[in-house]
């Protein structure tokens, strides 16, 4: 905690060519920057989602979504998995998060933490 952030979380991520920025405070924005053409901020609005995460989007544009929907959304996918009598393993990672994804972000976490020591050098992801 920063003074003068209270409950500030702000993942970006920064690119050669472009970065991307979300904050918490507004959930609804995701902000584009590019080196060589304007910047973008992409609004959530249902009806401009790919038709495979629209359902994600349970308020319509407009109607900021919050921690609780993210929770609502990954019970109903895991208690629909179940009631269905899914396999576990068939999951592709939209539905939940599966051991496989949570082997990505450690490696994720893992390259920050190198990155960091190194001074914040480029750092390549293990595979």
């Known amino acids: 905690m920063s003074p003068g952030h209270k409950n500030d979380l702000t993942l970006e991520l920064c690119g050669a060519e472009a970065s991307v920025r979300w904050q918490q405070e507004r959930p609804d924005e995701l902000w584009i920057g590019h080196r060589d053409q304007p910047n973008q901020t992409c609004v959530k609005d249902p009806a401009l989602l790919d038709?495979?995460?629209?359902?994600?989007?349970?308020?319509?544009?407009?109607?900021?979504?919050?921690?609780?929907?993210?929770?609502?959304?990954?019970?109903?996918?895991?208690?629909?998995?179940?009631?269905?009598?899914?396999?576990?393993?068939?999951?592709?990672?939209?539905?939940?998060?599966?051991?496989a994804t949570g082997v990505q972000v450690a490696a994720i976490v893992d390259a920050i933490a190198a990155s960091a020591r190194a001074g914040g050098r480029w750092t390549r992801l293990r595979s």
């Open 51 to 99: 038709p495979s995460v629209r359902p994600l989007a349970a308020l319509p544009g407009g109607h900021a979504e919050a921690w609780a929907d993210a929770f609502r959304n990954l019970m109903r996918n895991i208690l629909t998995f179940v009631a269905e009598g899914r396999d576990p393993a068939t999951a592709d990672g939209r539905d939940f998060a599966t051991f």
